[in-house]
């Protein structure tokens, strides 16, 4: 009598949980849209040993999926590069005499004048290193604690391409030395970014159900799991517009994910990972825009406060256990979702009103209230980002193959692999890791 109560107790806790699910709750410790560092699902399952996790990855991306389909340049993700709008940034900032002694100073052709002056700004990045996991179950409860650490050194390029169609070489060379010379005198002198050492460190607390032979399955697991990301890892540089956050730029965050996994028959489950992540606004010197042009290669330098919006995900997977003896395969899709960011000028009312931001513009002759609201709103949107992945992933589980290995080592391979999304970078990501159980 008491195991049919408690298998009804199990079926219907299953059917609650998956009642509750919906597709507002997704999640990712890692609001980045650089490095996405995908969580694995096996990471969520409860172990009755300790376990240690180590991976060797290695990541890289030279191009960007834009906002309205198509490739772009890595750093246009924050915006369009147009000469003319750096000169409506530096005049705001240091004057036009500024902009005219360095027009002289480089030989700028007067006929583009008023004329649009694209670029393309194209980029690279690649990261390699170490992430390292550690999880402690807890006796009671079926109540682990654990630690997420990634260990990273990253490289990153930008170069630049005039994209005005219709003049000449000469004129096409004077143009690059006048945005080099732009670049200098805004205190952007350099193309190229490198940095290493530790990133986010992800603390976590989980609790596990599980269930067997109920709803017609052999067994159902479900976990539930809530962590905090702490900032530990390097920012992005207000000088150096090639500079990229490996994490969440110095943002603290809070996360919840429920995954639960369905055993349909024996060596075949199905599962989904979903949740959500806050982070918490910070404030410090940025970058800001004065009007049309991308922020970070804006001339103004001002106090901001970033309230990032929430990060969302979905990830359903497929399992295929032991192939052959021990050999496992995981095909799995994600869906990452990130809202906008709120951006606010912190300085003092005297400086907006001397320097105003494209966050307190004025109405002027050229700049109607339309046009301001209208340039807000884009820049808003450059902020926030979708994409889509597939992961490929091979896992040899020594205890499935009947081999009794000292800590009971699990091997895996996974490859994450960008099939879509907007105004994110377009990585590729492989990693190499084992876990020991102890």
Known sequence: MMMIQAKKYGIGFAVVVMGILSPSLFSTHNANRYFHFLERSENYRYRKKSCVDASLFYTTASTAFKRNGGNTGIPELWGSYDLQDLFTSLTAVQGASTLASIKGETGFPLRFENDALPFRAEGKIKARGLTLQYEQPLWWNNLPL??????????????????????????????????????????LKENDWQEGGIGDIDLHARWNYSQEYALMM?????????????????????????????????????????VPEFELKQDLKVGFLMGFLHQFKEARARRLAVFKEPTIFSALTANVEVDPGFTFKFSPYIIMQNLTDGIHFQARYTYLRHGIDEWRDTRSDADKKMIPSFLNQQVTADRTQEKIDENSGQKGELTKWRSHYITLQFLYNSKDAMHNLPLDPNVYFAYDVPVGGRGISKTH???LGVELHF
């Open 146 to 187: 654990g630690v997420w650490v990634p260990f990273v050194h990253l490289n990153a390029t930008s170069r630049f391409r005039v994209d005005k169609e219709g003049i000449t070489q000469e004129q096409r060379n004077a143009l690059s030395r006048m945005r080099r010379r732009l670049h200098d005198e805004i205190g």
């Open 218 to 258: 052999r067994n159902i697991n479900i976990d539930l799991q809530v962590g905090t990301v702490i900032p530990s890892g390097f920012r992005t540089d207000a000088k150096n517009f090639a500079s990229v956050p490996i994490m969440g730029n110095g943002h603290w965050g809070l996360y919840a994910d429920i």
């Open 429 to 431: 990501h492989v990693s």
